[in-house]
């Protein structure tokens, strides 16, 4: 199929690559020349495990290509999907949806023909009708229908979800089901012959999936961190009481780890959105119960820097080695990372902060120049008084007591993460002070 993205970040990018993958014929569209500059050269604006590969492959082939130009793409495409940012308003809880609006805005007259419109972009519920109805006043065709296909990427794990997804679910307005149902089935022929699921349901139905599913994994990250200070309170192990919950299938094991909290571009901001959201609606119990969700999320990040200075206390001049600057591994995105924001509250307190991380600390220093950044863990370690295990990627779960030992000033570990062996940091002399760990 010929197809149009638009928008290029950690959406519309991989979108676009993997709908090339699939054997479309696909044009991504951003506003920013430079951006797409990089993509048509191959490039990945951001770090994503198997976009670079996916990028130069289809370029190089032609059946993916970038323009800056909304003509090019209306004349270039049968369908076309709305992949651009939502962030949080600045004023509210609320989603800022001015990038939505202006794609609506300058897509809509372009569109002279046949053509199927498809959200992708994360909307408070409600949206997805109102951009129909202005798609379809802004439209010179009548044969414009628009549908909503919600995304449910992992950063990490993009590629793969995209090509080999869970579900596919499609938000159809009445009388609109047989032409966008049967195109949707064209586009994600693959991954529907391989057995995903496809879900059709309302607008309003498909809106309310995302949000839902990410304040429910939410939720459940903030019930076991509230468990954890339990354990801390009776000298119980949560990750052992998370595994034992765990096998329990209607429960299950995943998202069960206590620790940082999470952060990230996704969970927090939707989170946000819903809540406000629901309160507009009058829907008091949601938006109080997410309420405390992130109440709970933002108190981890609270507890962790108190550890920290704990730790430093009596000591003059204290050096803090912050390990993982990211939200998450297999990421470069520090956006409300829980890590760097413990971090800046330690600088902030006068503790000299020794920051590593593999894939995001250019991001981190833009943001946060008044830290100190190194180029291996064992660099920033060196004459620490405290050290703070942040994001679990592979390279810090890897280290070993010995490892630091004749690094640090003084033996003292911070596993904010729980993925380190506790017995194995306390046999070789370590403080170790974990989440919810006896």
Known sequence: MRIAVFGTGYLGATHAACMAELGHEVIGVDVDPAKVSRLQEGEAPFFEPGLPEL?????????????????????SADVHFIAVGTPQRPDSAAADLSQVDAVVEALGP?????????????????????????????????????????????EGTAVHDTLCPDRIVLGVGPGDRGRIESVT????????????????TDLATAELTKVAANSFLATKISFINSVAEVCDAVDADVSVLADAIGFD????RRFLNAGLGFGGACLPKDVRAFRARAAELGVSAAA?????????????????????LEACRGIDNPRAAVLGLTFKPDSDDVRDSPALDVASRLAAAGVTVQAWDPHGMDNAER???????????????????????????????????SDLADTVSERVVIDARNCLDPAAWRTAGWTYRGIGRR
């Not at 660099?379 to 810090?396: G, N, R, Y």
């Open 185 to 200: 089935r064209e586009v994600y022929a693959g991954p529907l012959a391989d057995g995903t699921p496809l879900v059709v």
């Open 288 to 308: 109080n119960l997410l309420a405390d969700v992130e109440r709970i999320n933002s108190r981890q990040r609270t507890r962790v820097a108190t550890m920290a």
């Open 55 to 75: 990028l130069r492959r289809h370029t190089a082939s032609g059946r993916l290509r970038f323009t800056h130009s909304y003509e090019v793409a209306a004349q």
């Open 249 to 252: 299938e209607r429960i299950g």
């Open 367 to 401: 943001l946060h120049p008044e830290l100190g950044y190194f180029d291996s863990p064992l660099a920033a370690c060196k004459a620490a008084d405290v050290v703070l295990v942040m994001t679990e990627w592979d390279e810090i779960r890897a280290l070993t007591p």
């Open 110 to 154: 372009l569109l002279t023909g046949h053509a199927v419109v498809l959200g992708k972009s994360t909307v408070p519920v409600g949206t997805a009708t109102g951009i129909a109805d202005r798609i379809r006043a802004l439209a010179p065709s009548p044969e414009i229908v628009v549908g909503w296909n919600p995304e449910f990427l992992r």
